[in-house]
């Protein structure tokens, strides 16, 4: 169900945002951890032939954006999303030929905060973290809050 839903996401996304298109964003997987978005370094490199860093940032927002949606959609609630806050830090070049941001899934606890506040004020936010992977070892670290508000 989680993967449909994350095919639907994307498919959005590449409708509805340029960028997304442009940089091949494609969905990965939805797994008990998280979900993976993916997009491939053909497409997304710099002047060193390592992933540009506005898509791995992008990555990592998008990743957010879609895990957002995920937890939203699970409560019955159809949403408006806008990331509001992020912080990126870039450890390592990434070179893998299929770049993949993986967004963990929030606690419960931090989902029932999300839920409540959508309940008792039509809106909340949510904290996400994300990363990238180049070689084992990790590229990027990602930071987002996204605010959700029913629609």
């Known amino acids: 169900m989680h993967q449909i839903a994350l095919e639907r996401l994307v498919a959005y996304l590449r409708e509805k945002v340029p960028m997304a298109r442009h940089f091949d964003i494609r969905p990965g997987r939805v797994d ?3 979900l993976i978005l ?3 370094l053909a497409s997304n490199f710099n002047d ?4 540009f860093a506005g ?4 990555l990592c927002t998008l990743s957010g954006w879609a895990m957002t949606s995920l ?21 390592r070049p990434c070179s893998e030929q299929m770049i993949q941001a993986r967004c963990d899934w929030p ?6 905060r ?7 004020q039509s809106r909340g936010v949510i904290s996400l973290n994300a990363k990238v992977l180049s070689r084992d070892k ?3 670290t990602y930071t987002g809050d996204y605010s959700a508000k029913i629609l």
């Open 114 to 120: 999300l839920i409540d506040l959508l309940e008792r």
């Open 107 to 112: 606690s419960p606890e931090e989902i029932g």
């Open 138 to 140: 990790t590229a990027v």
């Open 48 to 51: 060193k032939k390592t992933a």
């Open 38 to 40: 993916e997009a491939p």
């Open 55 to 58: 898509t791995l940032a992008s």
């Open 71 to 91: 937890v939203c959609e699970d409560a019955g609630y159809q949403t408006d999303i806008a990331v509001i806050k992020s912080d990126v830090r870039y450890a």
């Open 32 to 34: 008990d951890t998280g």
